[in-house]
C-alpha cells in the first residue's frame, strides 16, 4: 500500500542516465543516451516532494512535482519540461511489492496516448524509471523511455 514516505528514497542529488527512443510511438526506432544531474526534495512532511533534472547536454531541464493524496492513498506525479512551460497530464498511481506504477492519458504527436510509469530497483543506491506508451486503451505498451538514478558523488 501507498504512503505518503514512497519517494523518501528520490530525496537528494543524482546522477541519471537516460535511454530514450527517439519516436515515442515507433518501436522500431532508435535510442538516443544521455546523461543529466537530477536534484530532489521533500515538502509537506513527506507527502510531497519536487525534482528537478538538468540536461545540460541538450540545453533543457524537467521537473516532476509528486503529490501524496491520503484520501485516495494515491499519487499524482506531474512533469514539465523547460522547452515547453507546461504541466503535462498527471499519472495517478502507488507502490505494491516494490514497484510503483502509476497511469494517466495526454497527447503525443496528435495522438491519444495511454501513459505509464513504473519506479523499480528502488534501494539506497540505485533506481529506475520507465515510461511506456500505448495506442490501444493500456492493451499493449512500448517503452520509449529508461532512467537508471546513481547517487551523485559530488552533490
Known sequence: ???????????????VAHRRRTDFL??????????????????????????????PDQGWSGLTLRLFEPESGQWSLHWSSSRSGRLFPPVVGGFAEGLGTFHGDDTYDGRDVRVRYLWSGVSP???????????????????????????????
Not at 505518503?4 to 528520490?10: E, G, S, V
Open 125 to 155: 543506491t540505485t533506481a529506475r524509471w520507465e515510461q511506456a506508451f500505448s495506442v490501444d486503451h493500456g492493451e499493449t505498451w512500448l517503452t520509449n523511455w529508461v532512467m537508471d538514478f546513481a547517487p551523485r558523488a559530488d552533490p
Open 26 to 55: 515507433d518501436p522500431g526506432s532508435d535510442w538516443e543516451e544521455f546523461r543529466a544531474m537530477g536534484r530532489c526534495w521533500s515538502l509537506f512532511g513527506g507527502a510531497a516532494n519536487i525534482d528537478e533534472m538538468k540536461v
Open 1 to 15: 500500500m501507498s504512503g505518503p514516505h514512497d519517494f523518501d528514497f528520490l530525496h537528494g542529488t543524482w546522477d
